[in-house]
């Protein structure tokens, strides 16, 4: 195996939700473990520590293995809570597919229509307002958007290029170390085998394969 990936599922999901995609990654060679979370109803603290003890216990089997991470939609911005929280044990590259990292329009519109607690409960005012701490220096983050536009984002009025759920823009902040656009929807991109590929690459060589994607 060329390296091992810890994946991380996105609001109101579970862990099995990423199985499809972890096949996809075993195909490009990568070993590849899920991890589970509370999206709604725990704190970003909780996820925190969660995952910071699942790293660990990872590195006690393989101490000398780099361990990556996959975020689709609201797991990448668990990843940055944890990467500011847990320097010491981000020993490998970080990609997040379809995540909000400057904040959710949609999540936006479900808050001001008083929905906000019940679909989401602490998720909004946590992470999806946009306020993330600034990724640490060092950390390798690339960032996979779709522009697709198959979901709920009609509903929510969201503007320019989007997967659905997340727009474009929403997927870019300072100081990721790649982006890339591809053709999926918000839940297509785990099924789908360029997006994995791309994902591969940056998680190996830090970088994306440009000519597989739009821009």
Not at 205 to 214: A, E, L, V
Request: glycine share 14%; aromatic share 8%; with cysteine.
């Amino acid at each position: 195996m060329s390296g091992h990936v810890l994946l991380l599922h996105g609001i109101h999901m579970h862990a099995w939700t990423m199985l499809p995609f972890a096949r996809l990654l075993k195909r490009q060679n990568l070993a590849v473990e899920t991890f589970g979370y509370y999206s709604v109803w725990q704190t970003h603290a909780h996820h925190t520590a969660a995952l910071a003890e699942a790293a660990r216990a990872f590195f006690r089997r393989h101490p000398d293995t780099p361990l990556h991470f996959a975020g689709h939609s609201l797991g990448g911005l668990v990843l940055r809570r944890f990467a500011a929280a847990h320097l010491e044990l981000v020993r490998g590259r970080i990609v997040t597919l379809g995540t909000p990292h400057a904040g959710s329009a949609a999540a936006e519109a479900v808050r001001r229509y008083g929905m906000g607690v019940p679909l989401l409960g602490g998720a909004y005012r946590q992470m999806l307002d946009g306020n993330l701490p600034p990724l640490p220096e060092g950390v390798e983050l690339g960032s996979i958007a779709g522009c697709k536009p198959m979901g709920v984002g009609r509903v929510f009025g969201l503007r320019g290029g989007n997967d659905g759920t997340v727009q474009v823009d929403e997927t870019r902040f300072a100081g990721m170390s790649g982006h890339i656009v591809l053709p999926v929807s918000h839940t297509g991109m785990l099924y789908d085998e360029t997006t994995a590929m791309q994902a591969a690459a940056f998680l190996r060589h830090g970088r994306f394969d440009k000519h597989g994607g739009i821009f």
